[in-house]
């Protein structure tokens, strides 16, 4: 495999990534008032990404995987933006009780964010049906991917990482804090490192066998800098590193809420396609 089949989807999935995240941002530091209309308008954006997945599914070139993981990401992000705004969250929407220990405390947790997690499934379901023995399905892999990542970092946020802020954290959902622990290490963290790694090489081996010029062999290539990026950001999770000067350009100093550094509880629930997202 060339440099430039590698360097090119690279930097691209690099580039949506960040991007991406930081549209998201902008979105989100909207008046609480005008989300209806900004969700209204992206559910276009969203209409038009599923049909981009329809079309491109039997395409087995190369731009038609660009296109699709674009359509991905567009769906991906109208569900992020749909949380983050508060519209699709779940049935509870209070604090953790501070004497909820265990399996109760994630019940509540999950409560707090279950409408959320099942709409994301079921577009999940809805995208591999619509690619299901096609050439090109990188889309249901990239919105794949996302779902996988995302679910692993919010365990390891909820049973507890050490690196966390709350400076992207939306005001409106600043009860969800109550369920992040902040803690040095958790058990699961080590195994989430080592099964992204395992999956990115499991993702570069195919894209290395795939027929060269095809969908799935830049797929697999996107796929891999999407997930390397989310093992990245796992990273953030436990090392002296912020992440949150990668979108200052939608930081808390252009209306965003800034950190409360008097709250030992202040955290971060990132919005970008593992939650970062992120």
């Known amino acids: 495999m060339d440099l430039a089949a590698l360097s090119v989807p690279i930097i691209t999935t690099v580039f949506a990534w960040w991007f991406s995240t930081g549209i998201i941002l902008l979105l989100v530091r909207l008046p609480p008032k005008n989300y209806g209309t900004a969700l209204s308008l992206f559910a276009l954006v969203l209409a038009l990404a599923t049909g981009g997945v329809i079309i491109t599914a039997d395409q087995d070139t190369s731009s038609a995987a660009y296109f699709a993981a ?7 992000g109208w569900h992020e933006a749909s949380f983050l705004m508060g519209k699709i969250t779940g049935p509870r929407p209070a604090a953790c009780p501070a004497d909820a220990k265990g399996w109760v405390r994630f019940k509540y947790a999950t409560l707090t964010v279950i409408h959320h997690e099942i709409a994301i499934f079921l577009t999940l379901l809805a995208l591999i049906g619509l690619t299901w023995g096609q050439p090109n399905q990188v889309a249901s892999w990239t919105f794949g991917v996302l779902f996988t990542m995302r679910i692993s970092a919010k365990l390891n946020i909820f049973l507890g990482v050490p690196n966390l802020t709350d400076e992207f954290f939306p005001a409106h959902l600043e009860h969800l ?6 803690r040095p290490m958790n058990a699961l963290m080590p195994i989430s490192v080592v099964g992204s790694l395992i999956l990115c090489a499991w993702l570069m081996t195919q894209a290395d066998h795939a027929p060269e010029g095809s969908a799935m062999a830049t797929g697999f290539i996107l796929l891999f800098t999407l997930t390397a990026l989310a093992l990245l950001e796992h990273f953030f999770m436990v090392l002296p590193v912020q992440d949150a000067a990668l979108w200052r350009w939608a930081s ?8 409360n550094p008097s709250s030992p509880k202040d955290t971060d629930l990132r919005p970008t396609s593992w939650e970062s997202t992120k």
């Open 70 to 76: 674009g359509c991905a990401l567009c769906i991906w």
């Open 177 to 182: 804090k109550s369920y992040l622990p902040k």
């Open 252 to 259: 808390p100093s252009k209306g965003l809420r800034k950190p």
